[in-house]
């Protein structure tokens, strides 16, 4: 076993002796601050009570202990793995020392080696073995953040001057290299060294032979960049045509507002010209033949010179910080961080010292927290800077016309103890930080909806955009489970083109795609992150729907009047109803009106209008007593009662217990009871049942008129209720005896009849 594996086994076994004759160890186990990539833990909280350097710098030696390998290379890996971590330890005395002394600890390579230089108990000095040790700590990881498209080839220059100076031949740097990668690579996943092996090898082979790959495009790095955000099923080409004809726009507007249009057949000198085959830099200074601006020119070319201060500096925590974020996203920050002046919304140490890292540490570090015990992305944090962001256009980064907000700003610094390090983080104002805190706090609480609310008002969010604010996932995973009662709506399906409202999780899409082939699915959501989701499912799951961010009070805004064949609100209409305010009030049959008028607009004649929600029960004067099993359970009612936003619910409490109440305000309790706590304070903001049958029948004719007739309508009790509160409540008559429930849904089909009005 290894000498370092011993010390660390007897430091786990409480032999304190041994760690102070282990300068590295010392360092590793004192470590009072938790330094460490976020993407590699479970939980924040077991931060406190574990120390996952000293685990990762195990598990990295447990894999060098167990190759075979000759003396001399074990020898020194063993060594480079022991010190390469220990810019993430020492107490917070020392780590203030440290950087008085000039040791960069936020460029944690280098920091190693720094302290390997100093602390190092070899004995030996200026010799080429200690040489060669002190370049692998320095380089220590490169190899894998260059896959990542994190750190461009030449941070590994100092190893090809290994081989330069003969210190090593090129074989003996490279059956160092890749045993050294196997270890730092394994011991973050196992499943990741074999996905990259071959990749590591070729790349070894590159720096040990002194070739020289590539060089990366803007393009090729931001794919790299995003590897894990396409492995959820980015759509990575696309969304990259996106943003790169956004540029182009800008720049267009730019050159014509400031009356610069070039003569066709002009030049344009792009500094370090790209090649529009390979996207790859060509010679320095080559003049770039463009058309007049209003015509054809390289694609990218404003995204590719908008990135190429980036060429050459090191990302770190980029993917860890960013990967939640969309590409569009993503680049909007890259373009900020490499804002090189002072503004209002930047504060930075000048320096003359060029920029060779960008840090996004802190943004990391602020972006997460646990959740139910698990490391989770802060969405409340990720919601405000996703809208800060997408309002944020193109041409206001490093201008003065950015809009400003008083809750919000980006932040792009230096520090004099890493004077060639940029940290780009967002900072909150106070207010907000603690009333994100009170949300967090707040959360499976009756307080929880409050405070989300204020958080709405804070930053101008829109409610009915983040129906599930924390459990979306969770939501859309549950809608993913909804296809067998969904089916039923696919045999009123008509026309060619199908628009789902509020797709969810996209079972509606999936069904109409896989058994009406013929059919056209379109899911339309206003909620961002679930468009997101969904394409990202259409990636990852090759399908041919489509999904467009829209209002469903306003669907003439995103297809042609008179071209849809049939429009679906399934289980939609009843949160339309519940959270879009019309005309200052929620609960507000308006809205229901609008959606309605919004779909029949835009259907062909022919077409259909497909209703899947909730229905209240008739007569509506009907009561119903209902007896808890469990004394607890009562209390539910009391805080429903408090929390119900829809209307006020009237609660009589009769003999044994029991209570009697109007039998839709009785289910519409029971439809919240029968999701459970976590669901809760969503569920309480939403009325499920707004129309009786006939009132329904009646309301669809007062708004659509005497063009829409209704070919189906039928109501029935959807499957679960019964057996989720089996075992909980008594459902009774007003005379004490067990009755079924009444229907909780309705499915209700409109037909448009009149002549054909279709816009081509």
């Given at each position: 076993m290894l000498t370092s594996l011993k010390a660390i086994e007897a430091y786990r076994r409480g032999a304190e002796p041994q760690v102070p004759a282990y300068t590295w160890l010392r360092f590793l186990v004192s470590a009072e601050e938790r330094i460490v990539?976020?993407?590699?833990?479970?939980?924040?909280?077991?931060?406190?009570?574990?120390?996952?350097?000293?685990?990762?710098?195990?598990?990295?030696?447990?894999?060098?202990?167990?190759?075979?390998?000759?003396?001399?290379?074990?020898?020194?890996?063993?060594?480079?793995?022991?010190?390469?971590?220990?810019?993430?330890?020492?107490?917070?005395?020392?780590?203030?020392?440290?950087?008085?002394?000039?040791?960069?600890?936020?460029?944690?390579?280098?920091?190693?080696?720094?302290?390997?230089?100093?602390?190092?108990?070899?004995?030996?000095?200026?010799?080429?073995?200690?040489?060669?040790?002190?370049?692998?700590?320095?380089?220590?990881?490169?190899?894998?953040?260059?896959?990542?498209?994190?750190?461009?080839?030449?941070?590994?220059?100092?190893?090809?001057?290994?081989?330069?100076?003969?210190?090593?031949?090129?074989?003996?740097?490279?059956?160092?290299?890749?045993?050294?990668?196997?270890?730092?690579?394994?011991?973050?996943?196992?499943?990741?060294?074999?996905?990259?092996?071959?990749?590591?090898?070729?790349?070894?082979?590159?720096?040990?032979?002194?070739?020289?790959?590539?060089?990366?495009?803007?393009?090729?790095?931001?794919?790299?960049?995003?590897?894990?955000?396409?492995?959820?099923?980015?759509?990575?080409?696309?969304?990259?045509?996106?943003?790169?004809?956004?540029?182009?726009?800008?720049?267009?507007?730019?050159?014509?507002?400031?009356?610069?249009?070039?003569?066709?057949?002009?030049?344009?000198?792009?500094?370090?010209?790209?090649?529009?085959?390979?996207?790859?830099?060509?010679?320095?200074?080559?003049?770039?033949?463009?058309?007049?601006?209003?015509?054809?020119?390289?694609?990218?070319?404003?995204?590719?010179?908008?990135?190429?201060?980036?060429?050459?500096?090191?990302?770190?925590?980029?993917?860890?910080?960013?990967?939640?974020?969309?590409?569009?996203?993503?680049?909007?920050?890259?373009?900020?961080?490499?804002?090189?002046?002072?503004?209002?919304?930047?504060?930075?140490?000048?320096?003359?010292?060029?920029?060779?890292?960008?840090?996004?540490?802190?943004?990391?570090?602020?972006?997460?927290y646990d959740y139910k015990g698990v490391k989770k992305i802060n969405v409340y944090k990720k919601r405000i800077i996703e809208k800060f962001l997408r309002e944020l256009a193109f041409e206001h980064i490093g201008s003065s016309g950015a809009p400003v907000n008083p809750h919000l700003a980006y932040k792009v610094e230096r520090s004099p103890s890493a004077a060639d390090t940029v940290f780009f983080t967002f900072e909150f104002s106070a207010a907000a930080e603690k009333l994100i805190e009170f949300c967090m706090e707040a959360e499976k609480s009756p307080l929880y909806e409050k405070a989300v609310l204020l958080l709405f008002d804070l930053f101008e969010l829109r409610r009915d955009a983040y129906d599930r604010f924390h459990n979306e996932e969770e939501y859309l995973e549950t809608m993913n489970r909804t296809a067998d009662y969904k089916s039923v709506m696919l045999e009123f399906i008509t026309g060619e083109k199908v628009?789902?409202?509020?797709?969810?999780?996209?079972?509606?899409?999936?069904?109409?795609?896989?058994?009406?082939?013929?059919?056209?699915?379109?899911?339309?959501?206003?909620?961002?992150?679930?468009?997101?989701?969904?394409?990202?499912?259409?990636?990852?799951?090759?399908?041919?729907?489509?999904?467009?961010?829209?209002?469903?009070?306003?669907?003439?805004?995103?297809?042609?009047?008179?071209?849809?064949?049939?429009?679906?609100?399934?289980?939609?209409?009843?949160?339309?109803?519940?959270?879009?305010?019309?005309?200052?009030?929620?609960?507000?049959?308006?809205?229901?009106?609008?959606a309605l008028r919004s779909a029949f607009d835009v259907l062909a004649a022919g077409g259909r209008i497909i209703i899947r929600d909730g229905i209240m029960t008739e007569p509506a004067e009907m009561k119903r007593r209902i007896r808890f099993l469990a004394q607890e359970d009562k209390e539910w009612l009391l805080r429903y009662t408090g929390d119900f936003a829809g209307r006020q619910i009237q609660v009589e409490y009769v003999e044994n217990g029991d209570v009697m109440m109007p039998v839709n305000d009785a289910m519409e309790f029971l439809y919240t009871y029968t999701w459970g706590e976590g669901a809760y304070v969503h569920e309480v903001q939403e009325q499920f049942g707004y129309f009786t049958p006939s009132g329904y029948a009646d309301f669809i004719g007062k708004v659509l008129g005497p063009e829409a007739v209704i070919v189906e309508f039928r109501h029935f009790l959807q499957e679960g209720y019964t057996d989720a509160l089996a075992g909980k409540v008594v459902f009774m008559d007003e005379k004490g005896a067990p009755v079924p429930l009444p229907d909780s849904t309705c499915l209700i089909v409109i037909e448009k009849r009149g002549e054909t009005h279709l816009d081509n």
């Amino acid at each position: 076993m290894l000498t370092s594996l011993k010390a660390i086994e007897a430091y786990r076994r409480g032999a304190e002796p041994q760690v102070p004759a282990y300068t590295w160890l010392r360092f590793l186990v004192s470590a009072e601050e938790r330094i460490v990539n976020l993407e590699r833990i479970r939980s924040i909280h077991e931060l406190a009570d574990a120390n996952p350097v000293l685990d990762y710098v195990e598990r990295t030696l447990r894999i060098l202990d167990g190759l075979k390998l000759s003396f001399w290379v074990k020898e020194i890996l063993e060594t480079v793995l022991v010190w390469s971590e220990t810019a993430k330890g020492g107490t917070v005395r020392q780590r203030m020392q440290w950087q008085a002394d000039g040791i960069n600890l936020f460029v944690h390579n280098l920091g190693s080696a720094q302290l390997f230089d100093r602390f190092n108990e070899m004995g030996e000095t200026g010799t080429d073995k200690l040489l060669v040790i002190r370049t692998l700590i320095e380089t220590h990881g490169l190899i894998g953040q260059h896959i990542r498209g994190e750190v461009p080839f030449e941070g590994n220059e100092p190893l090809r001057e290994i081989v330069k100076r003969g210190l090593l031949t090129s074989e003996e740097l490279q059956s160092l290299l890749i045993p050294l990668n196997h270890c730092i690579i394994g011991a973050v996943s196992p499943e990741l060294w074999s996905a990259v092996r071959s990749e590591v090898e070729e790349l070894t082979g590159h720096i040990s032979s002194g070739e020289q790959p590539g060089v990366w495009s803007v393009r090729e790095r931001l794919r790299k960049l995003r590897s894990g955000s396409i492995r959820q099923g980015e759509n990575f080409e696309a969304e990259y045509e996106k943003v790169a004809e956004a540029l182009e726009e800008t720049e267009r507007v730019r050159v014509d507002e400031a009356g610069e249009g070039m003569p066709q057949g002009g030049q344009v000198f792009v500094g370090e010209a790209l090649d529009a085959g390979t996207g790859q830099t060509g010679q320095p200074a080559r003049a770039k033949q463009a058309e007049h601006i209003g015509q054809a020119r390289y694609p990218g070319l404003a995204l590719e010179r908008a990135l190429q201060p980036l060429a050459g500096k090191t990302l770190w925590y980029v993917e860890s910080a960013l990967q939640e974020f969309s590409l569009e996203e993503v680049v909007k920050v890259f373009m900020l961080a490499l804002q090189t002046g002072a503004t209002a919304d930047s504060a930075m140490t000048m320096t003359d010292e060029p920029v060779h890292h960008i840090s996004f540490e802190r943004l990391m570090n602020a972006m997460y927290y646990d959740y139910k015990g698990v490391k989770k992305i802060n969405v409340y944090k990720k919601r405000i800077i996703e809208k800060f962001l997408r309002e944020l256009a193109f041409e206001h980064i490093g201008s003065s016309g950015a809009p400003v907000n008083p809750h919000l700003a980006y932040k792009v610094e230096r520090s004099p103890s890493a004077a060639d390090t940029v940290f780009f983080t967002f900072e909150f104002s106070a207010a907000a930080e603690k009333l994100i805190e009170f949300c967090m706090e707040a959360e499976k609480s009756p307080l929880y909806e409050k405070a989300v609310l204020l958080l709405f008002d804070l930053f101008e969010l829109r409610r009915d955009a983040y129906d599930r604010f924390h459990n979306e996932e969770e939501y859309l995973e549950t809608m993913n489970r909804t296809a067998d009662y969904k089916s039923v709506m696919l045999e009123f399906i008509t026309g060619e083109k199908v628009l789902d409202i509020g797709p969810g999780g996209g079972v509606m899409l999936d069904l109409i795609e896989q058994r009406l082939p013929d059919k056209q699915p379109v899911g339309i959501d206003i909620s961002t992150n679930v468009i997101e989701a969904l394409n990202r499912k259409k990636q990852l799951e090759g399908h041919r729907w489509e999904v467009l961010k829209g209002d469903a009070l306003n669907l003439k805004d995103y297809v042609h009047p008179g071209t849809v064949g049939t429009v679906i609100f399934s289980s939609i209409l009843h949160e339309l109803y519940s959270y879009i305010e019309w005309n200052g009030s929620r609960f507000n049959l308006d809205t229901v009106a609008a959606a309605l008028r919004s779909a029949f607009d835009v259907l062909a004649a022919g077409g259909r209008i497909i209703i899947r929600d909730g229905i209240m029960t008739e007569p509506a004067e009907m009561k119903r007593r209902i007896r808890f099993l469990a004394q607890e359970d009562k209390e539910w009612l009391l805080r429903y009662t408090g929390d119900f936003a829809g209307r006020q619910i009237q609660v009589e409490y009769v003999e044994n217990g029991d209570v009697m109440m109007p039998v839709n305000d009785a289910m519409e309790f029971l439809y919240t009871y029968t999701w459970g706590e976590g669901a809760y304070v969503h569920e309480v903001q939403e009325q499920f049942g707004y129309f009786t049958p006939s009132g329904y029948a009646d309301f669809i004719g007062k708004v659509l008129g005497p063009e829409a007739v209704i070919v189906e309508f039928r109501h029935f009790l959807q499957e679960g209720y019964t057996d989720a509160l089996a075992g909980k409540v008594v459902f009774m008559d007003e005379k004490g005896a067990p009755v079924p429930l009444p229907d909780s849904t309705c499915l209700i089909v409109i037909e448009k009849r009149g002549e054909t009005h279709l816009d081509n």
